[in-house]
């Protein structure tokens, strides 16, 4: 078995990531049950390519003040780790969520936070993703009294957390559960989470007697329940542990006068199978049931002078003075164990006809059950659910998810395996779900470096903000902008509100793509040639002289396919510069590089031949990744190298600015232009 990972050695970053991703743990969880999710993302993305956060404020106990509580403080976590990144001479520009278990409800809330706070608007929402969590609760699908000893029991045991995974709560003033008010299509919560590029989903189909499938999968059927009656269609390479999205299951066909002989001697087998588990509901409850549910009383007792503390802003951190002595909470483990039996143990039930169930619900609600009751097919029933839970499935269902059926066949502990919460080597099977999540991130991600540094002109800031404008204006004035062969403004205003310069200007300039980068790729990438050509750059600009600061943006637009840059740079007077003595402007110039090379290749070639090609072509085994690690070090020699020489000539018109003025600088280029024309 390899040596387990240590949590500081996966999280963080360097300032130069601008991916952050955050996982969120779940139910009595902690940090380190995500140490090998993030393991998987960090053993894909350097520290300069993605930033990991693993939540810790919800860390044990703490997850039984509820989703709203715990969603609150993820969001509080995000907002000052960006802060802090920040602070630092980071700037995150993208964000990719996932949670586990409860996780992942905790982490729809926080979603719903930073949309409505704007804290999205800022930020390029890409991946959110959620493994075997709870969407629509973990009431289970039962009638009668089955239904009345879970659900009503479990509801009480986990304070305000299990008050709303059973959906028994009333959030705020609706009077409708709180998973109900995250999946309104009306509401934050579904907004934030429509800002994702990418919705992504694993639900353990077997053995995960937390969060079974229907919810985790949000599904108002389960095919999985006897895995004899279907063949699962695995998808390719995934080592018979993830099926097919698209195709998941295939329906065996039945052997006519055999169903009530099979049917039997699977009631056997199945009550032979759960021997162990109800022997330890019959001996372990009886003895750690009171410390148990003595515990819970306790806890929820501490969960709810921790959500009064956290709702009067007098929450302190102190997680140490939450945790249960470690005796409750082995005891507390057998019994969940046993709890999670009890409710595999049972058979989950479909509607039927019109029953004296229906009653209970407002007229409204059985006609959503008459429904439901039409739509259900002989091969695949419609379980026992909740109208609310109908509704939650047909609006996350539209939000659109990309969902994975998972087959965890090596370990019993499906909910844990999946993670691999735990390092064993039982739950290898975890490590193929955590490969293929990373690896369908690496698809739609692209290569993004970013490089910062920061400089002082020893010139006031309206003096810096027209040298930078001049720049390129005339060779005679600045020696280092001889490529540029022509500038255009395109748009140039100023805000009569906030009385701030807008401009875009449009630069011709000389290019050539560096030739190292030529030789790697191919002619049907590049088009052929020596790379020797011209390219537009697209400048926009923001000055406000009042506050003293200006803000710009450089892109290119030719070779996006094979690289992007983008340099951004902020001018303004030092912190300790004074209106007295404004004699400096600081600059913060970062410069982001983007290589898409694989989309571009799959578009010239198609996937198959990508793949051959990077395969068998001459980068041999380095494969896209290779190919893109090589561009951005190119590319970042050649633009460090760059900046240097723009630098320079900003240091050259300053000083030809300085001693011959504002009237003497226009005159000169005047006179180039003249010459020009002539």
């Avoid at 929450?315 to 057998?334: C, F, N, S, T």
């Avoid at 803000?551 to 094979?562: C, H, Q, S, V, Y």
Wanted: proline share 4%; glycine share 8%; aromatic share 8%.
């Amino acid at each position: 078995m390899s040596k387990p990972v240590v949590l500081e050695d996966v999280t963080g970053g360097s300032v130069n990531a601008t991916h952050l991703c955050v996982l969120v743990h779940g139910l009595w969880g902690n940090p380190s049950h995500l140490r090998n999710v993030a393991k998987s993302l960090r053993d894909n993305y350097s520290e300069d390519e993605l930033y990991i956060l693993l939540a810790k404020q919800n860390s044990g106990n703490h997850t039984y003040d509820g989703i709203e509580t715990g969603g609150e403080r993820v969001c509080a976590e995000i907002e000052q780790e960006l802060k802090d990144i920040e602070k630092k001479g980071g700037k995150i520009t993208k964000l990719s969520i996932a949670g586990y278990s409860l996780g992942g409800l905790v982490s729809r809330y926080a979603v719903g936070l930073l949309y409505a706070k704007g804290v999205l608007d800022d930020l390029e929402c890409m991946n959110f993703t959620t493994f075997a969590t709870p969407h629509l609760g973990v009431r289970t699908p039962l009638k009668g009294w089955l239904s009345n000893i879970y659900n009503v029991l479990g509801a009480r045991t986990l304070s305000m957390s299990g008050r709303q995974l059973f959906t028994i709560d009333s959030f705020r003033n609706t009077n409708r559960p709180l998973l109900a008010v995250l999946a309104d299509p009306n509401s934050i919560f579904m907004s934030g989470l429509k800002k994702f590029k990418r919705r992504t989903l694993y639900a353990n189909i077997v053995n995960d007697r937390s969060v079974v499938h229907y919810t985790s999968g949000i599904n108002k059927t389960d095919p999985y329940t006897d895995l004899d009656n279907v063949k699962l269609n695995y998808l390719k390479d995934y080592d018979g542990v993830i099926l097919d999205p698209d195709h998941p299951v295939t329906q065996s066909p039945k052997v006519q006068g055999q169903d009530t002989l099979l049917s039997d001697f699977d009631s056997i087998k199945k009550w032979i199978k759960n021997v162990p588990f109800m022997l330890t509901i019959g001996v372990i409850i009886p003895i750690g049931v009171v410390v148990f549910l003595a515990n819970s009383a306790v806890q929820t007792v501490r969960s709810a002078k921790r959500i009064k503390l956290h709702e009067s802003g007098l929450a302190g951190l102190k997680i140490e003075d939450y945790r249960m002595p470690l005796r409750i909470k082995a005891i507390q483990e057998e019994v969940e164990q046993a709890y999670e039996s009890f409710n595999s143990a049972q058979d989950q039930q479909y509607l039927a006809s019109d029953s004296d169930d229906d009653l209970a619900y407002d007229a409204e609600d059985r006609q959503k059950l008459r429904r439901e009751r039409r739509m259900s097919t002989v091969e695949q029933p419609t379980l026992a659910l909740t109208p609310d839970q109908f509704e939650m499935i047909e609006n996350l269902n539209a939000a659109g998810w990309r969902k994975f059926p998972v087959h965890i066949q090596k370990h019993r502990h499906s909910h844990a395996a999946i993670v691999v919460r735990m390092d064993k080597e039982s739950f290898a099977d975890g490590w193929v779900v955590l490969g293929h999540w990373a690896g369908i991130s690496a698809q739609f991600a692209t290569m993004v470096l970013t490089r910062t540094t920061n400089h002082t002109y020893s010139h006031p800031f309206p003096t810096v903000t027209l040298a930078y404008f001049l720049r390129y204006s005339s060779p005679q004035l600045n020696p280092f902008a001889a490529h540029v062969l022509s500038t255009d403004t395109i748009e140039n205003y100023v805000d009569p509100k906030t009385s701030r310069l807008h401009t875009t200007r449009i630069h011709l300039k000389k290019s050539r793509m560096p030739s190292a980068v030529y030789k790697l790729l191919p002619a049907s990438v590049t088009g052929g040639g020596s790379g020797d050509k011209t390219s537009y750059i697209m400048e926009t600009s923001v000055v406000d002289i009042k506050e003293g600061w200006m803000k710009t943006e450089m892109r290119n637009l030719d070779f996006t396919g094979i690289l992007s840059v983008v340099e951004k740079q902020e001018f303004n007077i030092p912190n300790e510069g004074t209106a007295q003595n404004p004699n400096e402007t600081a600059v913060t110039t970062m410069v982001q590089f983007r290589s898409r090379i694989g989309d571009k290749i799959r578009g010239k070639l198609g996937q198959a031949q990508e793949d051959g090609w990077f395969k068998n072509g001459i980068i041999g085994s380095w494969g896209k990744k290779g190919i893109q690690r090589s561009i951005e070090s190119i590319a970042s020699t050649k633009t460090q190298d760059q900046m240097g020489k723009s630098r320079d000539g900003m240091k050259m018109v300053l000083e030809r600015l300085r001693n011959n003025g504002v009237i003497g600088v226009l005159e000169t280029i005047r006179r180039e232009r003249q010459r020009q024309l002539a």
